[in-house]
Structures are given as C-alpha cells and as structure tokens.
C-alpha cells in the first residue's frame, strides 16, 4: 500500500512539472493571466487589463522598474543569490527586496501572494526556468502586462490609461516613476495623486535612473 501510495504520489509530482513546464514554454508567446486575474474571474469580479507587446510600452518605465525593484536585473539568471542570501540571513524572514523581477514574475503567474519560505522556495526553480526558456524582453514584458497597479487594475497600457489618460507607450519618466513606485502597494498608492511615499519613491527612481544611465537595455525590444 505504501508502495502504491508513493508511486501515486511520484506520478502526479511528474506530471504537475510537466504542466509546469508546459505552460511556461507557452507564455513565451501567448498573453499571460496572473494568479490575481484568475482569482477574480473566479468568483466573477471585475479585471481591467489591456495587454501590450513590449514595443508599445515606453522604455521609461522599463528602465524605472529595474532600477526600482531589480538594478541587476541584466545580469543575474533569474535569482538574485546576493539579495537573497541576505535575506534568509535576517530572522524576520522573506521579503520583497530579495524578489528579482523574474522571481516576481513566477510568483504572480504560478503562485500566491504573501511571504513564506515555501513560496520563496517554490519562486527560486521557476524563476530560474522562466529565465531560461525566456528572454530577458520577454520577461519584462509579461511582468508589465500582468503587474497590479489598482484594485483589479492590471498592467501597464491598464494603469496608464487610468491614472494618466494615455498610453503606456506615451509615459515621460516622471510618470514611469511614478508607476515603478506605487508597485510595492499598489492598492494604496496613487500615480496621478501621489502621497509623500510615493513621491519619495518616485523621486528615487529618477536619481537611480540618471546614475545608472543604460540601466535595463538589455529588456528593451530588440
């Protein structure tokens, strides 16, 4: 019985990493729903998300995430080891500065909200498959797309339309920052009326920008 019960268990692990695997070689080129979105639709609540190829997004904003939320973004394979060694070291557990935009990524298609070390556990292989099945575009792309900027507000064309009445391929960099700094809670900052965090975060994302100068060229369509 014990056997049956492991073999059983074997067979479905195979199978969920297929699935897996699957589904990740098929969001290399199909719009891609996050988990959220799912949930929503589930129990019949409203979803405003308008997907865009990364080419009708501006590089502003591209460039303000990364610098944002990931400024090694260009040259790590997904997982940040630095970031997130530290992180583990830290008694309070988890948090999102350990989060590549990759690790972000898998857990917004794949998983759960909330902090964990089986979520983070679960965020590291799938980030490190999306990375290589996936383009570096690719990625920002589909994080772009399905990122909540509201409440049952998603992406990037979504949120710029909202808050600023345009599109996202029309964003300056003070409205990109904007947008990159209201991401940490996006429920309760405001792009076009922002509180003094979101300035703050706006205004840092700006020096960072003009630091870093090339910051995230290696995400912008070819």
């Not at 098929?26 to 997907?51: A, C, H, I, N």
């Not at 935009?101 to 070390?117: D, E, I």
């Amino acid at each position: 019985m014990l056997g049956r019960i492991l073999g059983l268990c074997f067979r479905l692990a195979l199978w969920l990493l297929l699935a897996l695997a699957a589904l990740i070689l098929l969001y290399r080129f199909v719009p891609v729903p996050s988990t959220l979105m799912l949930g929503r639709w589930l129990v019949l609540k409203p979803v405003e998300r308008d997907w865009v190829p990364l080419d009708q997004i501006s590089p502003h904003l591209v460039r303000a995430v990364i610098a944002s939320e990931d400024q090694r973004f260009c040259s790590h394979g997904g997982v940040d080891w630095v970031e997130l060694n530290k992180v583990l070291e830290n008694e309070d557990g988890p948090s999102r500065g350990a989060s590549t935009l990759t690790m972000q990524t898998a857990k917004n298609v794949f998983l759960w909200p909330g902090r964990s070390y089986i979520r983070k556990g679960m965020e590291i292989p799938l980030a490190i498959a999306i990375d290589l099945a996936w383009s570096k575009p690719r990625v920002i792309e589909v994080y772009l797309n399905i990122a909540e900027w509201g409440d049952g507000l998603f992406g990037a064309e979504a949120a710029a339309q909202r808050y600023f009445r345009k599109s996202a391929a029309r964003l300056t960099p003070a409205e990109a920052a904007r947008l990159a700094g209201a991401l940490p809670n996006p429920l309760l900052r405001n792009p076009a009326k922002p509180n003094r965090a979101l300035q703050s975060a706006a205004g840092r994302s700006l020096r960072q920008l003009r630091q870093l100068g090339s910051l995230g060229d290696c995400a912008l369509p070819g």
